[in-house]
């Protein structure tokens, strides 16, 4: 019998309100035995080197607590937009993150980079050439991720972005053969996330979890939302899956690592 608790339970950085040793601690003894790397938060610097400085902190009391660091989520905003239309802009966001790629290996084992394949808002009339310009960065991307030993997976993404249905992360990840996905059960506003599921099946190495009312994304709680959890993680299983159960809450909500713990095992208790 497929068990879900088989799944170790981790986090996003960005939900976290220091990277004190305290706060992996608690972490920790808490039952979470896995950690992303992400932005946001208390890490709001748009360049390399702010981040590069909150994560070696990270880095450092996740080794100090024992807990794992299993994915690096890369930067997505207007300076690191791979999909950009000017084409300086990509080549310098290109530049951004593989400078980031090189530093997670350079100090962590990590092997799974998460990339947004376009910053927003996309144009209709523009979005042919957004796809285009992203997939010839991610190949860029991919081709270091294999040098590092490590992989590409790209997220599903809400409104406007790229990714943000089946077909449109279809393309995108026709881009390479090495790529694989990032599946974020709050981001999706068209298709269904166990259609998603369906559709990309073994690709999907990494999860973002959260809960949300289709409108938007909104990072909540499991069981605060829509979603259907014991079909979306039945899925997940019968798919392969064997990575974390990866939270990624908002930070606005009060959300304490005893309820995610909470939220962890009522999932577990379905299967």
Known sequence: MIKLSNNPLAISSSFLPSADYEVLKECKDNGIDMLELSIGGVC????????QSHW?????????????????????WDPYDIASLDKEVRKKAIERQ???????????????FVIHPSYEPIEPDKRFIH?????????????????????LAVECLPRTCLANTIEDTAKIVSADFRLRVCFDTNHLLT?????????????????????????????????E????WKMIF????????????????TDKKGYTIPQIKACYDKLCSQF
Do not use: Q
């Not at 070696?56 to 930067?75: N, P, Q």
């Not at 090189?102 to 092997?111: A, H, L, P």
């Not at 796809?131 to 030993?149: C, F, Q, V, Y």
């Open 44 to 51: 709001p610097g748009m360049e390399n080197e702010v981040i």
């Open 56 to 76: 070696l902190k990270l880095i450092d009391s996740c080794k100090k607590a024992d807990i794992k660091l299993w994915s690096a989520h890369l930067s997505f």
């Open 98 to 112: 593989l400078d980031m790629m090189r530093f997670v290996r350079e100090n962590t084992d990590i092997k799974i």
């Open 131 to 151: 796809t285009e310009n992203a997939k010839a960065s991610i190949r860029i991307l991919a081709d270091e991720a294999e040098r590092l030993g490590a992989e």
């Open 191 to 223: 298709d269904t996330n166990e259609d998603f599921i369906k559709a990309f099946g073994d690709k999907i190495i990494t999860i973002h979890v959260s809960d949300y009312d289709r409108i938007n994304e909104r990072h909540l709680l499991p069981y």
């Open 225 to 228: 939302g829509v979603n259907d």
């Open 234 to 249: 039945s899925l997940l299983l019968k798919s392969g899956y064997t990575g974390p159960v990866l939270f990624e809450l």
